[in-house]
């Protein structure tokens, strides 16, 4: 229920959490890539660069739970937190939602030729995310759907969708973003669950370059991809004993280039 976009800006409104310049977050005075972040209790950090290097639609998130200070011994390559986020399991019914939001309704005026005064531009070309487009949108789309599986009792499904297309205040730097998520709930008895779930993201950006205003077609850009599969076994003994028993795969890949050259 929060007027937040991301898990990121969930964090920012906790105490001792704060954000430098680049947008990165801190915890208590640690480093960014002291946070280990997880998804339903399956670790999902960047194995190379260090913390969540994915994104997670808002829509599909049911808690989260931060750590910071000291943890106990399940926890591990941690410094400053333990971010875990807990997704959305379907429903005995059928729920659904559709969001759209964009913050592009004005035209910036740094998007254009000529907008210092007195700067005659001789080569400048504008290029916008949205020519790339088949579908032009502005902005971001959330979708998710939820409920139960149809022909198979006890089976319930969480499917979530996320698009994010937007140009950036300066020349040049967009973002694009794509998510998809889905999860699978098999409740064999109310004692016996299992959860199967996987999510593919898709992230590609460029930034502003004053030495490549005029030659944008230049500069570089970065393409990042995240895979994750994570099955999740929990079986209640008895009002005692319980155990849950995981299997995860995260896979992480980061392209710099210009265009398409390799």
């Known amino acids: 229920n929060m007027p937040v ?36 209790g399956m670790y999902v950090e960047d194995p190379l660069y260090g913390g969540f290097n994915s994104m997670m639609n808002k829509d599909a998130v049911e808690e989260m739970v931060v750590l910071s200070g000291t943890f106990s011994a399940e926890y ?44 005659q531009d001789s080569e400048y070309v504008e290029k916008s995310v949205i020519n790339r487009l088949k579908i032009r949108l502005n902005g971001m789309v959330n979708v998710s759907l939820n409920g139960p599986f149809p022909f198979i009792p006890a089976l319930t499904f969480f499917a979530s969708g996320r698009v994010r297309n937007e140009d950036s205040y300066l020349p040049h730097g967009y973002s694009l973003e794509r998510d998809g998520f889905g999860k699978l709930t098999y409740r064999a008895t109310s004692l016996f669950k299992i959860s199967l779930s996987g999510q593919i993201t898709e992230n590609e950006s460029q930034g502003y370059n004053h030495a490549w205003k005029y030659l944008s077609e230049n500069q570089s850009h970065s393409v990042k991809n995240t895979n994750r599969f994570g099955l999740t076994l929990a079986h209640t003994i008895s009002n005692s004993m319980f155990y849950t028993a995981q299997v995860s795969r995260v896979v992480n890949n980061i392209k710099v280039q210009v265009g398409n050259k390799q």
Do not use: C, W
Not at 9 to 21: E, I, M, R, W
Not at 96 to 109: D, F
């Open 5 to 40: 976009a991301s898990v990121q800006d969930v964090l920012t409104t906790k105490a001792g959490f704060t954000t430098d310049a680049d947008g990165n977050i801190h915890v208590r005075g640690g480093r960014t890539g002291e946070i280990s972040y997880m998804v339903d």
């Open 76 to 119: 591990g390559d941690a410094m400053s937190s333990i971010v875990n986020i807990v997704t959305k399991e379907g429903g005995e019914s059928y729920h659904g939602k559709i969001e759209y939001t964009s913050p592009m309704l004005n035209r910036s005026p740094y998007r254009q030729e000529n907008h210092f005064p007195g700067v």
